[in-house]
């Protein structure tokens, strides 16, 4: 095993995304169709609870299949490169750090076109901003640990699907509590402790990921 520096690892995670310009069309094109659909269908939200509800449904499908491909795309070819030249720990953390990064960037790009065409309800912005970057980052964690988990079954993304429901479940509780404390507008003092809920969800998840890799990895 040869000792490649973390830094290394995420650089080369941009670059074979950014050398496939029609991987990132696409996701775009996904955003912007997935919301303008959604626009079309209900013309005008007056409730701000279904506003947040139809927010967070439109960001899972689009968080699930970003993520997706993290290792789902991975051949037995480029998984026996690996495991000879990288450390695991760092291979899984290089992971984890760019689908967290492309997350927090779609998901600003997903609110953006939402409030374009469907129209804003967020009264408390910069609480709803951070609530989104967070969960962003803590979702797209949890589905790549699920991913390489699911690559050992023959790629299976039915399987990854599965496995990240229950572990999502918490996460999207609080991410909906949250966002919808922040469209109302309540005081920071009152989502402050969902706020640090999930900072803490994201440091849970690279802790379990990295521990959890190594089992994977000998495989």
Known sequence: MISV???HLIKKEFLIEFRQK??????????????????????KIINPTVWNALFWVIFLFITI??????????????G????????PRHFIISKIIYNMLLMATLSLLTFFFYSWFV?????????????????????SGV????????????????????????????LILVSVKLSKFAIDGLAWSVSFKYLLIL?????????????????????
């Open 22 to 43: 029609s991987t990132l069309a696409g996701i775009f094109v996904y955003i912007i169709s997935t919301v303008f659909v959604s626009a079309l269908c209900f013309k």
């Open 5 to 7: 520096p973390l830094t």
């Open 65 to 78: 299949n970003v993520s997706s491909k993290s290792f789902l795309q991975e051949t037995k070819g480029k």
């Open 143 to 170: 589905l790549s640990l699920m991913s390489a988990i699911a690559s050992k079954a023959s790629n299976n993304i039915s399987l990854m699907a599965i496995l990240s429901f229950p572990v999502l479940m918490p």
């Open 119 to 139: 129209g804003s309800m967020v009264q408390n912005m910069g609480m709803y901003l951070l609530c989104l970057l967070f969960s962003s980052t803590a979702f």
């Open 80 to 87: 026996l490169f690996n495991y000879i030249y990288y450390n």
């Open 199 to 219: 900072v803490m969800l994201n440091f849970v998840v690279i802790a379990l990921a990295t521990l959890l890799f190594n089992y994977l990895w000998k495989d």
